[in-house]
């Protein structure tokens, strides 16, 4: 039923911002827990953030301070606002619907790179 994509990466430098959106199709999402996963190359997907259906968040311990994950219902968009951004952080970032259903976006290219 409902459709998520990703948009806002790029190629940045170190130090730098980027913000991520994900972007809802659907009638689910206003009432989804969703989270934003990144995979680097060669390397396990791992849990960024998640923002409940109330607004509560969590984040990974790699991103804390540097990373806001947000919502709008209004615009059916989920953002995931990256600042101070490192090398480390380069990955294909990925949003989830956790639920009623799962349902994940397509990903979008972060690069950190000088």
């Known amino acids: 039923q409902v459709q998520l994509v990703e948009s806002g990466g790029g190629l940045v430098q170190p130090g730098g911002s980027l913000r991520l959106s994900c972007a809802a199709a659907g009638f689910t999402f206003r009432s989804s827990a969703v989270s934003w996963y990144r995979q680097a190359p060669g390397k396990e997907r791992e849990l960024v953030a998640t923002?409940?259906?109330?607004?509560?968040?969590n984040y990974a311990d790699s991103v804390k301070g540097r990373f806001t994950i947000s919502r709008d219902n209004a615009k059916n968009t989920v953002y995931l606002q990256m600042n101070s951004l490192k090398t480390e952080d380069t990955a294909v970032y990925y949003c989830?619907?956790?639920?009623?259903?799962?349902?994940w976006g397509q990903g979008t290219q972060v690069t950190v790179s000088s």
């Open positions: 923002i409940s259906s109330g607004g509560s968040t």
């Open positions: 989830k619907q956790i639920g009623p259903a799962v349902v």
